[in-house]
């Protein structure tokens, strides 16, 4: 089970069930490491540098030659596997302020 932390004063907390149901979804590695990440951060949204780090911070080559675009089509493949888990990581919104982050949303719960 992915736990969560307290944004504040870094307590492990209880991930909801919905959530945590994703930690027994079968997935690639690196969609793997996205998920556990984004489910870290839910409800907040996750800058595509920190995924980086998670897929290749341990990688001593330091991984592909521009790894967001590797984040990019895990993504895409992670939008099409989420939705039967009742998930999905939204379209970012584009424009000023837009600073490349994806989130976990909830089918169903779209932010307005």
Known sequence: M???????????LDAPPSVAS?????????DRKIVDALSRAYPRAVRTSALVDALYGDDP?????DPSQ???????TLRRLLPQFG????????G??????YRLEKIGSARR
């Open 2 to 12: 992915t736990s969560l932390h307290c944004p504040t004063c870094g307590h492990d």
């Open 22 to 30: 994703l930690a027994s979804a079968r997935l690639r590695p690196q």
């Open 61 to 65: 080559n330091g991984g592909p030659e």
């Open 70 to 76: 590797v984040i990019a089509v895990r993504i895409y």
């Open 87 to 94: 998930w999905t990581v939204p379209n970012a919104k584009v």
């Open 96 to 101: 000023r302020g837009n600073y490349g982050e």
